[in-house]
C-alpha cells in the first residue's frame, strides 16, 4: 500500500510563491498518472494539475501559466511550484496517484497541505 505524504504548504502574501511536495513511500514508475488537487471551504475538490505517464501535463485554466508540475523519479517525489499566488488559491491541497493494473484503477491519496494566500 503505498502512501502519499504532502508537505509545504503555510501561509504566504498574494504574488508570493510555494512549492508543495508529495513524497511515495514507494516507486513513482507504476503511477500512469499523478496530480494536485484543492479543495476549498465550501467548494468541490478541484484538480489543479495534473502529470501523465510522466511526461503530459494538464493544468486547470485557473493557474495556467503559474503553477508548475514536476516529478523526481529518483526520490519519489512530484512537486507543485505556484507562483504569483492569490487568496483564491487558498485551499487544502491534496495529492494523487492513479495506477491502472488489469481490471481495476487504484487511487492513492494524500492527506493533504492547507495553503492559505493573505491579500
Known amino acids: 500500500q503505498v502512501q502519499l505524504v504532502e508537505s509545504g504548504g503555510g501561509l504566504v502574501q498574494a504574488g508570493g510563491s510555494l512549492r508543495l511536495s508529495c513524497a511515495a513511500s514507494?516507486?513513482?514508475?507504476?503511477?500512469?498518472?499523478m496530480g494536485w488537487y484543492r479543495q476549498a471551504p465550501g467548494k468541490q475538490r478541484e484538480l489543479v494539475a495534473g502529470?501523465?505517464?510522466?511526461?503530459?501535463?494538464n493544468y486547470a485554466d485557473s493557474v495556467k501559466g503559474r503553477f508548475t508540475i514536476s516529478r523526481d523519479n529518483a526520490k519519489n517525489t512530484v512537486y507543485l511550484q505556484m507562483n504569483s499566488l492569490k487568496p483564491e488559491d487558498t485551499a487544502v491541497y491534496y495529492c494523487?496517484?492513479?495506477?491502472?493494473?488489469?481490471?481495476?484503477?487504484?487511487?492513492?491519496w494524500g492527506k493533504g497541505t492547507l495553503v492559505t494566500v493573505s491579500s
Open positions: 514507494g516507486s513513482i514508475f507504476s503511477f500512469n498518472f
Open positions: 494523487n496517484a492513479v495506477e491502472v493494473v488489469p481490471d481495476n484503477v487504484v487511487n492513492y
Open positions: 502529470l501523465s505517464s510522466g511526461v503530459y501535463t
